[in-house]
């Protein structure tokens, strides 16, 4: 059935302000232009399939939507010369336009605050995705408060980066993120890294009044690099006390050209809670003169998907949390806590009486049965400690 978007808009002469819509097929939209859209001040138009036809787009009311401040319609150009343009704050670029168009257009947009590139989103980071970075932001002249979110799909390999394109790109990321984060500095990151990429996620869950950075970077190149360096001496990793660290398992800290991420790392000094999968802490325990020297204000220490220690196992194949305790506790700076975690599939923990050892550590995990669960290492119960069925993370 053909849904008639000039019936829905029958009302705009009137009072209407706000339109979003997402259409299971483009043949599910009509196709008018010209319709006039006086009152208009923010529309949103998405097909959710893949085969899309030519959506309206500025055809859909010309020249006749002078209050219109925050545009976003999928697999539909625009006119660059469109009359409201530069009432615009808000816009969105997708794939269909050229780089040429959307530079066409910031020209004619004055009081832009928020742009989002749907292209440059759905690249990884190589060449050409960088090319097109760099033009777009170094077209626009950020304001301090200005917050950018550099993302890509976690696609490997990437293709290798020519070193002067990754310095100009990353000179231009510089000139937007290093005075966001001084007037913004974060409290929770994520920190994702394979051989490729690094990305940085500001993981403060967003609202109204804190908005979410994201970068990425080329793993290969780090020690050249001068973002890295200048995040490092500005102090902006001491603000953060939350951090959730995923390493893949391509990553080596065996390579020397990887000391920048050491000394990333390093500039977590005020980290109070580490998130880690065992796979994470078994690639830093790779590295033990270096991994018990990180974090030094670290209080709880959140596994996803814990293992456990089998019956009649020898010390050195011993889980991996097990091991990082050990660590912690051997350079005088013990865990508090340890919380036990899982997502939406639950999992068996197994028999974890070996953490009695840790006296004082405290446990906390979510049971099926008795629900959020705490146990005190040392306290003289280590049956507690058995068969532990995770269920739900832990609020």
Not at 95 to 105: K, Y
Not at 175 to 186: E, G, K
Not at 359 to 374: F, H, N, Y
Request: hydrophobic residues 40%; negative net charge; proline residues 7%.
């Amino acid at each position: 059935m053909l849904f008639d978007i000039a019936r829905l808009f029958v009302a705009w002469d009137e009072s209407s302000r706000v339109v979003s819509l997402h259409f299971l097929s483009s043949d599910d939209c009509s196709n008018p232009s010209g319709m006039h859209a006086p009152h208009l001040q923010w529309i949103n138009l998405c097909p959710l399939t893949e085969s899309r036809k030519y959506m309206p787009g500025g055809r859909l009311f010309g020249d006749n939507a002078p209050l219109l401040r925050d545009f976003s319609i999928s697999a539909s150009r625009f006119r660059t010369d469109a009359s409201w343009l530069p009432n615009l704050s808000s816009v969105t670029f997708y794939d269909c336009f050229t780089l040429e168009d959307v530079l066409v257009s910031l020209q004619r947009m004055p009081q832009l605050s928020s742009l989002t590139d749907v292209d440059l989103r759905g690249n990884a980071l190589n060449e050409v995705a960088t090319l097109n970075a760099v033009a777009i932001l170094q077209r626009i002249t950020p304001s301090p408060d200005c917050c950018l979110a550099m993302d890509g799909p976690y696609k490997r390999p990437l293709p290798a980066l020519d070193p002067g394109k990754n310095e100009e790109y990353e000179k231009a990321v510089e000139a937007y993120l290093v005075p966001f984060l001084s007037l913004h500095p974060p409290s929770c990151v994520s920190f994702f890294l394979n051989a490729d990429m690094l990305h940085i996620i500001d993981s403060h869950p967003p609202d109204l009044d804190h908005r979410n950075f994201i970068i990425m970077l080329y793993t290969p190149l780090l020690h050249f690099s001068s973002l890295i360096k200048e995040l490092v001496n500005s102090a902006c990793f001491s603000h953060i006390v939350m951090l959730d660290l995923e390493i893949s398992s391509d990553y080596s800290f065996d390579d020397p050209a990887n000391v920048a991420i050491t000394a990333t790392l390093a500039a977590f000094t005020n980290v109070k809670t580490l998130l880690a999968s065992e796979h994470t802490l078994r690639l830093l325990l790779k590295q033990p003169s270096i991994t018990s020297t990180l974090f030094p204000a670290l209080f709880t220490l959140q596994i996803s998907y814990p293992q456990s220690r089998k019956p009649g196992q020898e010390e050195s194949s011993e889980p991996p949390h097990q091991r990082f305790l050990k660590l912690r506790r051997a350079v005088g700076r013990p865990i508090s806590v340890l919380e036990l975690k899982t997502g939406s599939v639950p999992c068996r923990a197994g028999n974890m009486e070996y953490l009695e050892e840790h006296a004082g550590l405290l446990v906390k995990w979510s049971s099926k049965r008795v629900g959020i669960t705490e146990y005190v290492c040392g306290s003289g119960h280590p049956a507690r400690l058995r068969k532990m069925d995770l269920v739900a993370e832990l609020s």
